[in-house]
């Protein structure tokens, strides 16, 4: 079996002429590699303008149906919805129906800090609200069609995570408001907003409010990893989301609709444009981030929803925009964006070899066994398959493990990675456990 430790081999951008051009050979290379070893299914395009320099299509839309990816798949989007919440928003603004230092209270009046919070605050993500996302309880209504008035009454009995305006942190609440802003605005749903003021305008017909996956259309189902198959991930019913990630598209309309947004008027002024990028310390502009590249001056959005990961970015010096859509992810999407960014600004590619880790019966006996933690209230089975270890969390499907040293495991489709210590005797007694920020120890209950 495969484990992740990566020996990589650099391969340089190859051809150099009078005029550079993009390395495609190594780009088809590097998401070859990738899709041979189960670590990604999806669509990547670059583009200038309306000329395409690179497009690639690897993995399947439909698993069990023998559906294949290709560059017009339509996928779910995830937060890249709110670059499209974010412009319907400075339309708005542009059409003199509210603005930036509009008070959510003139909308929804019974949230706590309703009154001192802003417009501005939502799309910069400054607002402090609670965010619904990360409530436990949405896993429990997350694939079921929810009502406005039933996730504003969730809200209403949210707490705060900081007062508005004094620092900025990711919540998708901002942006669930911010669609319903624009529904009451345009008296109109969102979806048909979204058709009328950017589909219709730029012809990126694929770009919809999303509905159920019909892979015969060419849609996409998404995936999860279990470290042996690929697993349906299911499908969260799209008015959970709305504006803060209800959008499908394909990676042609993706890169359309962020080119005519950043360098036409097709959309948006150039006043308005301006103000959207305009980034607070954190990165975060209107809608947009500022990317974290030292020598790209690049603005755009990543995404997750179900098993679908996506990123887009246009680079604002060569108007190149690169749109990646993943259905299937096992791998880190930071370093296959990063990857893609340095394909196309001519910086060397890396190829990743994945390399295989071989552990002992003798070794493997060591970790197997039940832990607890008094952080959460989760008990973890570790056994092992194969030469592997595998991890199962109560009530939950088990997941073979990728070896990535003697005493470090880690499966990248979960961003999971264990780590563990304090071995007595033949026996490992606990182990750290580290997933989408958070940092717990779990320790071998006794017999």
Known sequence: MRASLFLLIGICCSLFSAAQTLDTVSLDSYFDT?????????????????????????GYRDIDENRINNIETVFRL???????????????IEEGKLNLDTILAEYFPLLLNSETITIGQLLRHESGLFDYTSDPKYASYMFTETGRSSLLSLLQMGTPAFEPGIRADYCNTNFLLLSYIIEDLDERTYAESLKARITD????????????????????????????????????HMSVPMGAGSVMGNAPDVNTFITALLTSEQLLKKSS????????????GHGIFKLPYED???????????????????????????????????YDMAAIAKTVIDAATMKEVEIPL???????????????????????????????????????ASGQQAFVLETDSEAEFSLAALGLVIQFDAILGSQYQSFTLRQGGGEFTFTRAQN
């Open 201 to 236: 305008t730029i012809g990126t017909h694929s770009i919809v409010f999303g509905a159920a996956a019909n892979t015969t259309n060419n849609d996409a189902f998404s995936y999860m990893y279990t470290g042996e198959f690929w697993q349906f991930a299911g499908e969260t």
């Open 296 to 330: 790209v001056n690049a603005y755009g959005h990543g995404g997750s929803i179900d098993g679908f990961r996506t990123r887009t970015a246009f680079l604002m010096d060569s108007n190149l925009a690169i749109t990646i859509l993943s259905n299937g992810l096992n």
């Open 354 to 392: 994945f390399s295989e880790i071989e552990l002992s019966k003798e070794q493997l006996a060591k970790y197997s066994g039940l832990y607890t933690s008094s952080e959460i209230p989760l008990t973890i089975t570790i056994t092992n398959k194969d030469g592997r270890i595998v991890l199962q």
């Open 34 to 58: 990738l899709a041979e070893d189960q670590r990604f299914m999806g669509t990547v395009l670059i583009q200038k303008d309306s000329t395409i320099l690179y497009q690639k299509a690897v």
């Open 273 to 284: 444009q301006d103000q959207m990028l305009t980034t607070n310390k954190e990165r975060y």
């Open 78 to 92: 995830g937060s890249i919805s709110k670059m499209f919440t974010a412009t319907m928003i400075f339309q708005l």
